[in-house]
């Protein structure tokens, strides 16, 4: 008996088989399609992340101090090689402590016997001597002035007594020195109150409390309304200025410590708020006329009538490209070196005495800045979904705002960067690293107010303890009417 031979799928049986193996199929693409999008985003997370942690104060915007106690990476300057040695330079005689022509007081050490034969040379007459000087602080103390008021009879009867100064308002009060120095320990040495009393006990023995250091530093504030205002209209009719604007913590939320400076000023302000409404209010930006430098944050582009964008920011963040190898870097090398050429030609034109670079080397520089955003945004192509990557955003940046990025090519009045705000904003990383965060928004406004009142002073070339003393005799300085703008 032979087995029946199989029965073969009918037409409609395959037919329907193909379909459902197209479907199948189709269903497996799509599981493929959404995984492999799945590992790409994934992939560029981590890297992004990987970007994250790898940025320090050479490729990001990060301050130095945020490096922390790791191995530095190895250091990418962009500064060109002098050829010179490292340390002092032939003939620079260095810095060194030097001898004073008056000193304040006078030993004089004499030999008893002869070095050779051992007579004695008390009678011996004096051939010169050697000099040495030493330098020493005395044991500080306060000096006490005792006011005396006398009391005085008319052959009226009447009784009259004569009038304290205006500083001697009671019967033992601080004087202008001592009223400095706690503005300076507090303003520029950033002393929280109970270590600046401290710190005042221990050095003049003085011992002071911390409700009196508020209250001189609320006295300094007051005083400095009028200095305040001269410093905002200077700046305001600058030709030239810089901004920029740092978080901090104020009563334990966040809060913003603004500046704007030239090499002659410097004003800080605090506001709740980063953008224009703290500007506006802030009272020196919309009646700004001249050329603002800062750095690429948006609120500034409404003021002023040109605006000047920093290089030394723009190149960190180029650096920052170059070290991402998921794409092809040479255009941020060559923005860089466009930017870094640019530079060294304006500073040999100015060396030079020249006050514009030859048009065909302008034009020059203009064309490779172009050419080298143009092949940033063609090597980082948009993404189909998702936000645009940072070098992208970059590259177009470059090219919206080459106008900004290239001021300093055009106007020799104008910096490369907008160091000057940062040096300016720098101190506010050493406050919180000291004193950490203000606890009131009064005493961080106190602190704006000296803290400008110093660093104009130290821009000037004056002692800011004379400076402060001045203040609390009644006289505190002001901006020269005869330096007029920079």
């Known amino acids: ?46 890297a992004e992340l990987e970007r994250q942690v790898a940025a320090n104060s050479h490729n990001s915007s990060k301050p130095p101090s945020s490096d922390g106690l790791g191995k530095k990476p190895a250091p990418k300057s962009l500064r060109q090689r002098s050829g010179r040695k490292p340390g002092r330079a032939k003939g620079d005689p260095g810095g060194q402590l030097e001898r004073v022509a008056d000193p304040d007081a006078i030993v004089d050490h004499r030999p008893d016997a002869c070095g050779g034969c051992g007579a004695g040379l008390g009678d011996v007459a004096g051939a010169g001597y050697r000099v040495r000087q030493v330098f020493d602080l005395p044991a500080v103390k306060a000096h006490v002035t005792e006011h005396r008021l006398h009391r005085m009879v008319c052959g009226c009867g009447q009784v009259t007594t004569a009038s304290a100064p205006d500083d001697v308002s009671a019967s033992a009060v601080y004087g202008p020195g001592v009223r400095a120095a706690i503005c300076y320990l507090s303003a520029y040495q950033h002393l929280p109150a109970k270590r600046l009393t401290e710190a005042m006990d221990a050095l003049f023995g003085l011992p002071i409390s911390t409700g009196t250091v508020l209250t001189v530093l609320a006295r300094a504030h007051e005083g400095l309304a009028g200095f305040e205002a001269d410093v905002k209209e200077h700046l305001a009719a600058a030709p030239v200025a810089h901004a920029d604007e740092s978080g901090v913590r104020v009563a334990g939320k966040l ?71 998921r794409r092809d870097p040479a255009w941020a090398q060559a923005m860089i070196d466009v930017l870094i050429g640019a ?10 005495g020249q006050d514009a670079l030859a048009p065909a080397a302008l034009a020059a520089f203009q064309e490779d800045y172009r050419q080298a955003a143009l092949c940033g945004i063609a090597a980082n192509p948009r993404p189909v979904t998702g936000p645009k990557s940072k070098a992208r955003a970059l590259a177009e940046r470059l090219r919206d705002r080459a106008d900004e990025y290239q001021r300093y090519m055009v106007n020799f009045a104008v910096p490369f960067d907008n160091n000057a705000a940062e040096r300016d904003l720098r101190m506010i990383k050493t406050q919180q690293k000291i004193s950490g965060s203000w606890r009131t928004l009064t005493g961080a406004q106190r602190f704006a107010r000296i803290r400008s009142y110093i660093s104009t002073v130290r821009k000037h070339g004056i002692n800011p303890l004379t400076a402060l003393r001045d203040l609390f005799a009644g006289r505190p300085w002001m901006l020269p009417t005869t330096s007029g703008n920079p």
């Not at 497996?28 to 399609?33: E, P």
């Not at 506001?271 to 948006?298: N, Q, S, Y």
């Open 1 to 46: 008996m032979t087995d029946a031979p199989p029965q073969l799928p009918s037409y409609e049986e395959l037919a329907a088989l193909v379909v459902e193996l197209r479907l199948l199929v189709s269903a497996q693409a799509a599981t493929i399609a959404e995984l492999t999008a799945r590992s790409i985003a994934q992939a560029e997370r981590v």
């Open 255 to 325: 809060h913003w410590l603004h500046v704007m400076c030239t090499h002659l000023v410097t004003f800080y302000g605090i506001h709740a708020r980063r953008g224009r409404e703290a500007m506006d209010e802030l009272g020196i930006l919309p009646a700004f006329t001249g050329t603002l430098v800062t750095d690429a944050l948006a609120s500034y582009t409404v003021y002023g009538n040109d605006q000047a964008l920093c290089g030394a920011h723009v190149l960190r963040e180029l650096i920052a490209v170059t070290e991402d190898t």
């Open 343 to 352: 530079k060294d030609a304006v500073a040999q034109a100015l060396a030079a």
